[in-house]
């Protein structure tokens, strides 16, 4: 008796994925629960367990797309665990050694024995060395191939698809600013003992800025806001994005009602979503619903980047490598660790006031960080 392994639902908006990743080989016994492949789609990744015990037989290979529904293996209850191991070849008879003849001669041979040679004569002639062959002076390398082609995984064609689109649909408008990360690293390092050991988990600078822009909403509705059709639906909640970096492509995920979480919760739930995403276990739900998005090149060296929307949402920050450079403070050129900021916007929503006034309000939170954590 077999039963079949189908490719599960995964979303009401997804018909197909790749099988990016076999588990158990083709011929390999398997029990219930066990993880047989890996479904890749252009929102997020599943892992599919068996959901019977036997011998597992593949019917799609690792890099086909595959649709929902579809059969792509069959496990056989009962058969046996392993695949035969390959037959050794049979070793050969060694051949029978041929019978020395005795060098004497016989007693009734008539003829004499031969003379053993002399050591002169047994000396061979030595043969004058071939002289060595010049080296070529150029070597002709190993072909090797200049380019390579492979199928574009859902993820990557889903992302190139949303980027060309918030292209082409909004007007999209880049602001920048500079904000000086002295008070922030001061604080972090005054409290980082006492934080990690209350809470569990490290105070990072992320916390600051996902708390910063959810004050910078509030102070500048007209950014909290996206366009519908001929409708302008503005939201009322603070869901943020991060956008993650992972080996598979670029995921945001969201951060719900950060305006109501304390530092402490904003930590941990990037900490478990840092998690999901090396385990590549984000799920439709983590992705969906964010009203902004932070994008933290700084930590890959960028210096200064126009980040594109991340659609339907009207703004998204972009934070940069902290450097430190020479500024002037009251009257008086000092080395500080600073910050540039970017703002992008659909400037169709948002006005060029408007986006100024955002992106001050994050820089002012940052530079007085005291105040968020009074209001958390």
């Known amino acids: 008796m077999s039963s079949e392994v189908i490719v599960p639902a995964v979303g009401e908006s997804i018909s197909s994925g790749v099988l990016s990743i076999w588990h158990k080989r083709d011929g390999e016994a398997v029990v219930s629960g066990d993880l047989i492949f890996t479904l ?57 050694t041929p019978a020395v003849e005795s060098a004497a001669p016989s007693a009734t041979s008539a003829e004499p024995p031969v003379p053993a040679p002399s050591p002169a004569a047994a000396k061979p002639e030595r043969k004058p060395e071939p002289e060595p062959e010049e080296a070529p002076i150029f070597q002709t390398a190993a ?24 292209q082409q649909t909004a007007a999209i408008l880049t602001t920048f600013n500079e904000c000086d990360m002295s008070a922030v690293m001061k604080l972090r390092k005054e409290m980082q003992d006492e934080f990690t050991k209350k809470h569990g988990v490290k105070l990072g600078f ?19 806001a996206r366009i519908d059709g001929e409708e302008l639906v ?10 993650v970096g992972t080996e598979k492509g670029l995921m945001v995920p969201v951060l719900r009602d950060v305006d109501q979480l304390s530092f402490a919760g904003v930590e ?48 998204i920050l972009g934070m940069h490598k902290i ?15 600073m910050m540039y900021l970017a703002l992008s916007y659909d400037h169709r929503v948002v006005d060029g006031k408007e986006a100024v006034t955002f992106l001050i309000r994050v820089k002012d939170c940052i530079e007085n960080p005291v105040r968020l954590l009074l209001e958390s």
Not at 48 to 75: F, K, P, Y
Not at 146 to 160: C, D, E, G, N, Y
């Open 268 to 315: 941990k739930a990037l900490g478990a979503y840092a998690v999901k995403a090396r385990e590549g276990k984000i799920g439709i739900s983590d992705l969906q619903g964010g009203v902004f998005t932070i994008s933290n090149g700084g930590v890959y060296g960028s210096l200064l980047s126009t980040p594109i929307l991340n659609p339907p949402q009207s703004g």
């Open 40 to 96: 890749e789609t252009d929102k997020v990744s599943t892992e599919v367990q068996a959901s019977e015990s036997g011998t597992l037989h593949h019917r799609a290979a690792e890099g086909d797309e595959v649709r929902i529904g579809q059969v792509v293996a069959v496990i056989e209850a009962g058969a046996a665990a392993a695949a035969a191991a390959p037959s050794q070849p049979a070793v050969p008879p060694a051949e029978a």
């Open 234 to 243: 503005q939201n009322h909640y603070f869901d943020i994005g991060v956008a």
């Open 143 to 166: 072909r090797v191939e200049r380019t390579t082609r492979k199928k574009m995984t859902p993820l990557r064609r889903k992302i190139a698809a949303q980027l060309v689109s918030a």
């Open 206 to 224: 992320m916390s600051f800025f996902v708390k910063a822009v959810a004050d910078a909403l509030k102070a500048t509705p007209q950014i909290n």
């Open 323 to 337: 450097q430190e450079r020479p500024v002037a403070v009251n009257g008086q050129v000092v080395i500080r660790p």
